[in-house]
T-cell receptor
Framework: GENVEQHPSTLSVQEGDSAVIKCTYS??????FPWYKQELGKRPQLIID?????GEKKDQRIAVTLNKTAKHFSLHITETQPEDSAVYFC?????????????FGTGTRLTVIP | DVKVTQSSRYLVKRTGEKVFLECVQD?????MFWYRQDPGLGLRLIYF???????EKGDIPEGYSVSREKKERFSLILESASTNQTSMYLC????????????FGPGTRLLVL
C-alpha cells in the first residue's frame, strides 16, 4: 500500500522567513496530494492541494510543488506569520483504494517566532 | 459549506465500558472515515465506509467496530474500552470520485481510565 513520509517533524522559523515541509510517497499511482493545517485544538483543514497533472500550485503565501518522477511533494510558506503556527499534514491518494482513501504523513509542527 | 459534526468533544470512560462515537455530515457525501490521532503518529485510519451499510477496515481496526445505517451518520464503537484507546478521534467525509478531499469533524478526545 501507499506509504507517506514527512519531514521535518518540527520546524521553527522567524517571522517573515520561509518554511518548507517535504513529503515522499511510495505508490506511483497516487495522483492527488492535499495539505492540511491543524491549529491547536481544532480540526484539520485543507489549505492547498495539487493533482498529478501539474507541477506547482500557488495560493497567496503558500505553494505546493510536485515531482512525480522522484515521488515527492513539498509545501512552501513564504513571509511566515505567527498565525501560521500549527501542525501541517501532507497526504496522498490514488483514488483506487477503497473509498478514495488518503494516506497521511506524520505531521510537522511549525512554530513561527515573532 | 461542508459541516461534519461529532457527538462529543470530550469523553471520559472506564476500562471495559462500551463507547459510542457518532459522526454526522450534512453534505450527502458517500464516503466517511474514522481516524485516531496520536502525537508523532499522525492520522491513522480505523475504518471507512463508501456506502450505507458498507464498511471496510483501515490500518488499525482491532478493538473497534463501526455502523453506517444512514448515509449521513457513521458511528465508531469501542466494544470494551481499554486504556490504549485513549486518543483523539477524528471523523471525516468526502464525496465520491477520484481526488476528492476529506472534510474533518472537530474531533473527540477520549480518555479511558
Amino acid at each position: 500500500g501507499e506509504n507517506v513520509e514527512q519531514h521535518p517533524s518540527t520546524l521553527s522559523v522567524q517571522e517573515g522567513d520561509s518554511a518548507v515541509i517535504k513529503c515522499t510517497y511510495s505508490d506511483s499511482a497516487s495522483n492527488y496530494f492535499p495539505w492540511y493545517k491543524q491549529e491547536l485544538g481544532k480540526r484539520p483543514q485543507l489549505i492547498i492541494d495539487i493533482r498529478s497533472n501539474v507541477g506547482e500550485k500557488k495560493d497567496q503565501r503558500i505553494a505546493v510543488t510536485l515531482n512525480k518522477t522522484a515521488k515527492h511533494f513539498s509545501l512552501h510558506i513564504t513571509e511566515t506569520q505567527p498565525e501560521d503556527s500549527a501542525v501541517y499534514f501532507c497526504a496522498a491518494s490514488s483514488g483506487l483504494v477503497g473509498a478514495n482513501n488518503l494516506f497521511f504523513g506524520t505531521g510537522t509542527r511549525l512554530t513561527v517566532i515573532p | 459549506d461542508v459541516k461534519v459534526t461529532q457527538s462529543s468533544r470530550y469523553l471520559v470512560k472506564r476500562t471495559g465500558e462500551k463507547v459510542f462515537l457518532e459522526c454526522v455530515q450534512d453534505m450527502d457525501h458517500e464516503n466517511m472515515f474514522w481516524y485516531r490521532q496520536d502525537p508523532g503518529l499522525g492520522l491513522r485510519l480505523i475504518y471507512f465506509s463508501y456506502d450505507v451499510k458498507m464498511k471496510e477496515k483501515g490500518d488499525i481496526p482491532e478493538g473497534y467496530s463501526v455502523s453506517r445505517e444512514k448515509k449521513e451518520r457513521f458511528s465508531l464503537i469501542l466494544e470494551s474500552a481499554s486504556t490504549n484507546q485513549t486518543s483523539m478521534y477524528l471523523c471525516a467525509s468526502s464525496p465520491d470520485g477520484p481526488g476528492e478531499t476529506q472534510y474533518f469533524g472537530p474531533g473527540t478526545r477520549l480518555l479511558v481510565l
